[in-house]
């Protein structure tokens, strides 16, 4: 099995899943576990309270959208036994008299729409509304995923995902600090290159420059708009042998409203592993108890997803390796 940047679990990668076959019922929404995150209030809240939360969302929208949207995910009696999206598509594109290349362009500006209310709460059956004020920085961060890829001990790659709204005007670049070595590559369909530089005593900022959309010169990002922000880590190749990998967490530098971090095993399991949550760096548990404890599901991976998370604080997961 191999782990890459296909595998970084995001809101807006699930809410496009769930659009596919049968559309938003209960047995595609238990295996998106970061939508049922951001619709659920309490473990004992059922399927069908978080529907009409969904539908809630949904109908925030422009009425355009919310049409579109509600079809797409075969949410009305018209659709709710059209198992096949493409189906969905024509159908509403017929009400239109639209094609179905049009439906899809207009699913997909409606799905970011989506993402933005599910992300803020702000819709009327919301579990969690957030306050959203122009952050630090001027860049309200709506979603931050990361993988983290483990190989028979050994870290093998980062792969990092942010989906950021810049609300500072014209703005050239954007800078995540880490404090590692390693080698940043940014999506090759991105929208973004990066210039690393050493912080004498601190690690790292790696600066990542807005491109225009050829990819030929760079081209500031305008104010109120949305951006996603997609790259890898990898070790540094300086010959040295690297260590056993026994912890993997992130101290985020601005707040987030969703945050989604990954650790996926190829080869061999840790015995045990345990997680943390807004720990500091002397606070975090070393050993795993009945209250962090911590099982990989069927693809080797631990995850964790947060609501409203904020800087500073340690969230992630430790592991040992021998019993």
Same mark, same amino acid.
């Given at each position: 099995?191999?782990?890459?940047?296909?595998?970084?679990?995001?809101?807006?990668?699930?809410?496009?899943?769930?659009?596919?076959?049968?559309?938003?019922?209960?047995?595609?929404? *238990?295996?998106?576990?970061?939508?049922? &995150?951001?619709?659920? =209030? *309490?473990?004992?809240?059922?399927?069908?309270?978080?529907?009409?939360?969904?539908?809630?969302?949904?109908?925030?929208?422009?009425?355009?959208?919310?049409?579109?949207?509600?079809?797409?995910?075969?949410?009305?009696?018209?659709?709710?036994?059209?198992?096949?999206?493409?189906?969905? +598509?024509?159908?509403?594109?017929?009400?239109?008299?639209?094609?179905?290349?049009?439906?899809? @362009?207009?699913?997909?500006?409606?799905?970011?729409?989506?993402?933005?209310?599910?992300?803020?709460?702000?819709?009327?059956?919301?579990?969690?509304?957030?306050?959203?004020?122009?952050?630090?920085?001027?860049?309200?961060?709506?979603?931050?995923?990361?993988?983290?890829?483990?190989?028979?001990?050994?870290?093998?790659?980062?792969?990092?995902?942010?989906?950021?709204? %810049?609300?500072? =005007?014209?703005?050239?670049?954007?800078?995540?600090? $880490?404090?590692?070595?390693?080698?940043? @590559?940014?999506? *090759?369909?991105?929208?973004?290159?990066?210039?690393?530089?050493?912080?004498?005593?601190?690690?790292?900022?790696?600066?990542?420059?807005?491109?225009?959309?050829?990819?030929?010169?760079? &081209?500031?990002?305008?104010?109120?708009? $949305?951006?996603?922000?997609?790259?890898?880590?990898?070790?540094?190749?300086?010959? *040295?042998?690297?260590?056993?990998?026994?912890?993997?967490?992130?101290?985020?530098?601005?707040?987030?409203?969703?945050?989604?971090? +990954?650790?996926?095993?190829? =080869?061999?399991?840790?015995?045990?592993?345990?997680?943390?949550?807004?720990?500091?760096?002397?606070?975090?548990?070393? @050993?795993? %108890?009945?209250? %962090? $404890?911590?099982?990989?599901?069927?693809?080797?991976?631990?995850?964790?997803?947060?609501?409203?998370?904020?800087?500073?604080?340690?969230?992630?997961?430790?592991? %040992?390796?021998?019993?």
């Amino acid at each position: 099995m191999r782990l890459d940047e296909d595998d970084v679990a995001t809101l807006h990668q699930q809410l496009t899943w769930l659009t596919k076959r049968e559309g938003f019922i209960q047995r595609r929404l *238990s295996q998106v576990g970061i939508v049922d &995150e951001v619709l659920r =209030g *309490s473990l004992e809240d059922s399927f069908e309270r978080l529907r009409h939360r969904f539908v809630s969302a949904i109908h925030t929208l422009p009425v355009e959208q919310a049409d579109l949207l509600l079809d797409v995910f075969a949410l009305t009696p018209e659709t709710e036994n059209i198992t096949e999206l493409m189906t969905r +598509r024509e159908f509403h594109g017929a009400k239109l008299g639209r094609g179905v290349d049009t439906v899809r @362009t207009r699913e997909a500006a409606a799905l970011k729409a989506l993402h933005s209310r599910l992300v803020t709460g702000r819709y009327a059956q919301a579990p969690l509304v957030l306050d959203v004020p122009e952050m630090h920085g001027g860049l309200i961060y709506e979603e931050t995923s990361t993988l983290i890829v483990v190989e028979d001990r050994r870290w093998q790659a980062t792969y990092e995902h942010y989906t950021f709204v %810049n609300m500072a =005007g014209e703005l050239d670049y954007v800078t995540i600090g $880490r404090s590692y070595p390693g080698t940043v @590559t940014p999506s *090759s369909t991105g929208a973004f290159k990066v210039n690393s530089r050493d912080v004498d005593g601190a690690g790292w900022n790696d600066h990542f420059w807005h491109l225009n959309t050829d990819r030929t010169a760079v &081209e500031p990002m305008q104010d109120q708009e $949305r951006f996603d922000l997609r790259f890898r880590i990898t070790p540094p190749e300086d010959g *040295s042998e690297p260590t056993p990998m026994t912890l993997g967490s992130r101290a985020l530098h601005h707040r987030s409203l969703l945050f989604t971090l +990954r650790i996926g095993f190829v =080869g061999e399991h840790p015995c045990s592993i345990w997680k943390f949550e807004g720990a500091s760096p002397y606070a975090r548990p070393h @050993t795993a %108890n009945e209250y %962090n $404890r911590v099982q990989l599901d069927t693809k080797s991976t631990a995850t964790m997803t947060l609501r409203d998370v904020h800087g500073g604080l340690f969230n992630g997961f430790a592991w %040992n390796w021998d019993a």
